[in-house]
């Protein structure tokens, strides 16, 4: 098994809020993630693919397919958007790192066809990131 | 579904690498200039991995905030700017490696109480890192069992 990893990288905004929560408990939970008006990250994602060789070409998959698999279901969704309002699949959720990891997931877990996606690792800071294994982990 | 989330801190120590076990050209020869007699520093970098299901009113597998108040207390106050064989109880005998380290981290951050601990990564230098993730399941420290190893 051979496991095969790209990297892209988006900017995106965000601010945790749950309007089920008091304002108090939300500025206790969230701190200055808060914020109503919202802050940033340049995000790093690191998408993991295992498979075996393919005989005549020696790829896991052709990169450039996983090039344009993460550009149209990725960066065409999230790069330079706003996480509450802009992605419908994170409606209703806090876009924290953790349920952006899961929803890219669900993004490309059905588009990876040949190998299979074996873990999405997205830094939201160089000191902080979240892995996801689907629901196997 | 899980996730599992990494947070990386930093912290700076110094230690020395001499077993009393050993002979003087024994300790000479295994550790090399890491058995110099007056020791030497690090600046060592260390990811913590927890794992669980994502909170629904959260979001979030851990607050950070009480993962960073945890780790604070029990790893960067303990090592931070310390001599490791001096001043660590867990390092008056054992040779205070980078393994070791990374295991005496482990077994301290195992009791983090809002989520399971999977893995610790510590980069003793750029060029060498370690990680431990707790013995297979089935292998248990003395006096453990199933039951009180997580």
Redo the contacts between chains.
């Keep these: 098994m051979i496991y095969l990893t790209r990297k892209v990288e988006f900017s995106a905004s965000h601010y945790?809020h749950?309007p089920?929560?008091s304002p108090e408990e939300n500025r206790r939970?969230?701190?200055k993630c808060n914020n109503p008006h919202g802050h940033g990250h340049n995000y790093v994602l690191e998408v993991t693919v295992a498979g075996t060789p393919d005989e005549s070409t020696g790829m896991v998959l052709d990169l450039k397919e996983l090039k344009e698999i993460l550009q149209r279901e990725v960066m065409d969704r999230l790069d330079h958007r706003h996480l509450n309002y802009e992605v419908p699949e994170l409606e209703g959720?806090?876009?924290?790192?953790?349920?952006l990891?899961?929803t890219i997931?669900n993004y490309l877990e059905p588009k990876i066809q040949k190998g299979r996606l074996h873990r999405v690792r997205l830094y939201e800071a160089?000191?902080?990131?979240?892995?996801?294994?689907?629901?196997g982990? | 579904m899980n996730a599992h989330l990494t947070r990386r801190y930093g912290f700076a120590a110094s230690h020395r690498l001499y077993s009393a076990r050993l002979s003087e050209d024994e300790n000479r020869r295994i550790y090399g200039k890491c058995a110099n007699p007056h020791g030497h520093g690090h600046n060592y970098f260390v990811e913590i991995t927890v794992s669980g299901p994502i909170h629904p009113e959260t979001g979030m597998v851990a607050n950070l905030t009480d993962l960073d108040t945890f780790v604070q207390r029990e790893v960067i106050e303990i090592f931070d700017h310390r001599n490791l064989n001096e001043e660590v109880p867990a390092f008056r005998e054992e040779v205070p490696t980078t393994e070791n380290l990374c295991i005496e981290i482990y077994n301290r951050v195992r009791a983090f109480p809002f989520a399971r601990l999977e893995r610790v990564r510590l980069e003793e230098t750029s060029l060498n890192s370690f990680e431990y993730a707790g013995e297979p399941s089935g292998v248990f420290a003395a006096g453990e069992t199933q039951e009180t190893a997580r």
């Design positions: 945790y749950n089920k929560l939970i969230f701190g959720k806090i876009p924290t790192t953790e349920n990891a899961v997931w160089p000191d902080l990131f979240v892995d996801c294994y689907g629901s982990r």
